[in-house]
């Protein structure tokens, strides 16, 4: 087999996958542009739920707190998992592994049991209906799993770089961020999407957290949509697609950075 | 590396700082609830189409309290996990002064001690006159042995539906018996069509309200006089065999077992129901109020009773308030002036007061009209046949074991075994 | 280069002085430490104590002992749930990671359009659970319904996708594996960007083939990536509520009730907290004794 002949059989094959892996986002999409589902009516496809979201509901303000909180909580998430990360990656004392383990243990306990002790301990400090509270929640509920994210990243690249390094008289510190950190963009480009995407969709942590509309969070605000008898489904898929743009427009601008990153330059230099 | 900070302290430290965060948490303190800055909290459930929330938020601006008593602010809040709002609200002291929510919240909650019982408020309302513009029987089912727990505000019933055009075109005649709706059921099931539409899935509670409906249409119950837990009774098992025998009529969609409420709604507005249990709001759910969809009179069951199934939708206040006097004169200017909502047709529940069910405006809705003038004079409440309401029904009403009951009947299996199982799993939720 | 070149473990403290290292080690997790006793641990001690009381969601209630694990223990609804548990959790696992693995290698070798389908491909687990889980049951749900009818289009009867109990826990575990493939594609597709390309170069001189340089190549060099990923994956499906939860809340008949959905209906709708808590409780448990089984798996895998 000719390798062009594979290039176009491998072509075929994700063609087939991706298409009936998005059968169910073609559904939200297919949804969001039939106007007045719960309606009834059956009128034509039209945009008229997108125009409904975006001027007669605070559409705009909640996709801006979703961003403010994210934004944040994946800045914090990933400037605490990265150093975090490299001493679980390189270190080998039982108090690390025991660290390891006990970043387990917390991450275990479901946000549905986590979530009343939480808000009353932070209805105390005042960190309730705010969105400074929400993204430190979130932060500790990424956290764990963000930095074991970056440990096994880091596992990957090689000991020896930073031994270089070493012998030619840096820092650990040193050493952590100008050979680990610059070789681990793949890495922290995940960790951030994960935490961006646990922050993105929660809405278990928000819809106990959150009381002002003003305040909502976009995952809270569809629920806004969810009334005594029947859902506005027009809206609700509408406001979905508006916040699946975000995580797009993030995926398809890192892309390429997740495939030239990876330390092979580097290594073909030793 | 290796000890600098060993397994054990470590853990010692996180026991410690976890402990005694802890107990700062419960050391009480000056966090206060109700309401601040001379205010009341006022929570409000989505009881509508989204023009509700500013409907009501307009009505609790417009409040405007008598001399040095507090004004109030207005809150509405989501049906999603709403237990958990009110719960961990409370347990924090930011929860409401004054809110509406589950049906059966302000019992559960008085018996936690959270609520503040309305007497004073009664009693107002029977010098006032509103006491008796109340419906009969509606203001008594709020009593507890220690007070009023809450004031009913509006009403939500299950009731029997049917669509007129699909009963017309089959040839039947709208059922008024029991032995009618099976016979009915017969005939609609020859043209694939459910006589029985239900719905039990995820977070749908008709499929257990309408057994329940089924229960008190036989004279029986989930509980017995005493308040206490009493399904394994002839009166149960004869109409859950009737239920039985409508499954095996193919009166029951097999797929309705895991119906959501969406899912039911949509096989009404298809067509493929022609008769059903469903709320008060069927016709407005559909989109369709051109009198296709029509409210059954209520169905003579084999012992000769008529019965429906009500839920008194309340407004509660909480002990926890900046001033106790204030939650007084809120809760009693909103049942007094809440005439607004129905004039403007933005609430789904049925009106609990004479006055309100007399609007020109709520008239005009000739199926909701009926459902009062009807089903409202033999509806029992869902704590029957005990004649009181009490705490532990809100976790009777949508719990796991009432689901899991309708799941079984309605999948046809032998009503017997299932109403032992629910009798000893309620038994062990309601202390 | 060879392989053991790529891949040297050396020990830190060793080849450094060792107190200024520690130091630095210790400034470096004190962050991750601090957010963790904050936000972490005092949840976790306060459900500890809910466990072993008799309260409600707003009183404390009385210390009754072990009562409501004795009572969660002697529960078949307990044990039936932990069945559930355990089959949503492996094929949760290691279906997403096959489905994960299967893609990012595709998605490695050379594809028109490869950045578009890497962005596609992420869009199940980018779309809000609250919204993917009704555009599965809009798919599913109904007789007429587009998968149902398909079904029926070709021959092959009316499956209750979600009123059959079977059926129900072959869709929740489909819709788990849907939802994780793509966040499990990403972290393998992050660990094979680090894999050096000039080690197939060398194999392929040797005559291996496609197979024996993934058996002996790739595989071992993403080993610990694959091991970190089942262990998050084991905690993301058995802690996971809102899949379960919005696309059948455990029904029918509790089929596809795991533990962490019967620990919710437990505490929010039967209102019984320390039981529910306390199912909780065995739970994370649980979890705990299969991390440290396979946390021991990492480090023989990586000495």
């Not at chain 2, 939708?313 to 007094?336: H, R």
Request: glycine letters at 10%; a positive charge; charged letters at 15%.
């Amino acid at each position: 087999m000719s390798p062009d002949r594979g290039r176009w059989w491998r072509f075929a094959a994700i063609l087939l996958i991706t298409a009936v892996v998005l059968v169910p986002v073609a559904a939200v999409l297919i949804l969001s542009l039939r106007p007045g589902v719960a309606s009834g009516s059956r009128a034509a496809f039209g945009l008229a739920n997108f125009t409904h979201v975006l001027t007669d509901i605070p559409t705009l303000t909640w996709l801006g707190n979703s961003l403010g909180v994210t934004l944040a909580t994946v800045a914090v998430s990933v400037a605490v998992a990265a150093p975090a990360g490299y001493v679980l990656s390189r270190g080998r004392s039982r108090a690390v592994s025991t660290y390891s383990l006990l970043l387990f243990v917390v991450q275990s306990l479901p946000v549905i049991t986590a979530v009343i002790p939480l808000f009353i301990l932070f209805a105390r400090v005042g960190l309730v209906d705010n969105l400074v509270g929400l993204g430190i929640v979130y932060v500790g509920a990424s956290m764990s799993v963000a930095i074991w994210m970056m440990a096994a990243y880091i596992d990957s690249i090689p000991v020896s770089l930073e031994e270089a390094a070493w012998i030619d008289g840096a820092s650990l510190f040193t050493g952590f961020t100008r050979i680990v950190l610059r070789n681990s963009l793949p890495g922290l480009l995940s960790t951030a999407i994960f935490t961006f995407l646990v922050s993105w969709n929660d809405y278990l942590v928000a819809i106990v957290f959150l009381r002002s509309q003003e305040r909502f969070t976009l995952p809270i605000g569809v629920q806004t949509f969810f009334q005594q008898n029947g859902t506005d489904w027009g809206s609700v898929m509408a406001l979905a697609v508006i916040m699946m743009l975000p995580p797009i427009i993030v995926f398809a601008t890192l892309n390429k950075h997740f495939s030239v990153g990876g330390i092979g330059g580097s290594l073909a230099g030793t | 590396m290796t000890t600098n900070y060993s397994r054990r302290a470590f853990l010692g430290l996180g026991a410690a700082v976890g402990g005694g965060m802890l107990l700062s948490a419960c050391g009480g303190g000056s966090a206060s609830g109700g309401g601040d800055g001379g205010t009341l909290k006022f929570w409000d459930m989505p009881w509508g189409q989204a023009n509700y929330t500013a409907a009501a938020k307009k009505l609790t601006e417009a409040y405007q309290p008598a001399g040095s008593l507090p004004g109030a602010t207005y809150q509405g809040l989501q049906w999603a996990n709403f237990s958990q709002t009110f719960s961990s609200a409370i347990a924090s002291k930011t929860g409401p002064a004054v809110s509406t929510g589950g049906g059966f919240q302000a019992f559960q909650f008085a018996d936690q001690g959270a609520i503040a019982y309305a007497d004073n408020v009664i009693n107002q309302f029977r010098q006032d006159g509103t006491f008796d513009d109340f419906l009969p029987g509606q203001l008594d089912a709020m009593k507890t042995a220690k007070g009023y727990a809450a004031v009913p505000w509006q009403l939500d019933f299950r009731i029997w539906w049917y669509r007129k055009s699909l009963l017309d075109a089959a040839g039947v005649k709208v059922p008024t018996t029991w032995d009618e709706l099976l016979t009915a059921c017969r005939t609609l099931a020859g043209r694939k069509l459910f006589g029985f539409g239900t719905g039990a899935g995820a977070g749908n509670n008709l499929g257990s309200q309408g057994l329940h409906l089924m229960m008190l249409n036989n004279g029986g119950g989930l509980f017995n006089a005493d308040g206490k837990v009493e399904v394994v009774t002839e009166a149960n098992l004869e109409a859950m065999r009737f239920v039985q025998d409508l499954v095996k009529a193919k009166a029951v969609d097999p797929a309705s077992i895991s119906y959501t409420t969406d899912n039911l709604i949509t096989q009404w507005r298809n067509k493929r129901v022609a008769m059903g249990i469903h709320t008060a709001g069927l016709d407005t759910d559909t989109g369709e109020t051109d009198g296709d969809l029509q409210v059954m009179g209520p169905l003579t069951g084999p012992s000769g009773a008529k019965a429906g199934l009500v839920f008194q939708n309340n407004i509660m206040m909480y002990a926890d308030t900046p001033s106790q006097e204030g939650s007084e004169a809120f809760l009693s200017y909103y049942i007094k002036n809440m005439k607004t909502l129905w004039q403007q047709n933005v609430v789904a529940g049925l009106p609990v007061l004479k006055s309100i069910v007399a609007l020109p405006e709520f008239q005009a809705q000739k199926q909701k009209a009926k459902i009062i003038a009807e089903w409202a004079p033999v509806a029992k409440t869902f704590a029957a046949n005990s004649p009181t309401l009490f705490g532990g029904l809100a976790a009777v009403d949508s719990s796991q074991p009432i689901t899991q009951f309708a799941q079984t009947v309605l999948a046809g299996q032998d009503p017997k075994p299932a109403l032992e199982s629910l009798q000893k799993a309620l038994e062990a939720i309601v202390k | 280069m060879t392989l053991t070149a790529a891949c040297p473990k050396t020990e830190v403290a060793r080849t450094r002085k060792p107190r200024r290292a520690r130091r630095t080690l210790l400034v470096l997790v004190a962050p991750s430490l601090v957010l963790l006793l904050l936000i972490n641990a005092y949840p976790l001690v306060y459900a500890a104590l809910q466990s072993v009381r008799d309260g409600s969601l707003i009183n404390a209630g009385d210390y009754v002992g072990f009562e409501n694990y004795r009572a969660t223990l002697t529960s078949p609804a307990f044990w039936r749930s932990v069945q559930f548990t355990l089959i949503f959790t492996v094929v949760g696992v290691f279906g997403s990671w096959l489905g994960g693995l299967g893609l990012a290698l595709l998605l490695r070798t050379r594809i028109p359009g490869r950045t578009v389908f890497k962005t596609l491909l992420l869009l199940p687990w980018v779309v809000p659970v609250v919204v993917s889980s009704t555009a599965w049951n809009w798919l599913v749900a109904t007789p007429q319904s587009p998968l149902p009818s398909l079904a029926q289009a070709l021959g092959l009867g009316t499956p209750l996708f979600l009123a059959d109990p079977v059926l129900a826990k072959v869709t929740v575990c489909v819709f788990k594996v849907w939802i994780s493939v793509p966040f499990m594609m990403m972290l393998i597709g992050a660990a094979l960007a680090g894999v050096d390309r000039t080690v197939y170069e060398a194999a392929d001189v040797d005559g291996a083939t496609r197979w024996q340089q993934f058996r002996h190549i790739t595989l071992p060099m993403i080993s610990r990536s694959t091991y970190i990923s089942w262990i998050l994956m084991t905690i993301f499906c058995v802690n996971d509520f809102p899949t379960i939860f919005l696309l059948t809340g455990g029904g029918p008949v509790d089929a596809t009730t795991s533990l962490v959905v019967l620990s919710y209906r437990t505490v929010f709708q039967n209102f019984q907290v320390g039981p529910g808590v306390a199912i909780a409780f065995v739970m994370t448990a649980s979890l705990v004794v299969v991390s440290v089984a396979l946390y021991r798996q990492i480090r023989k895998a990586h000495v």
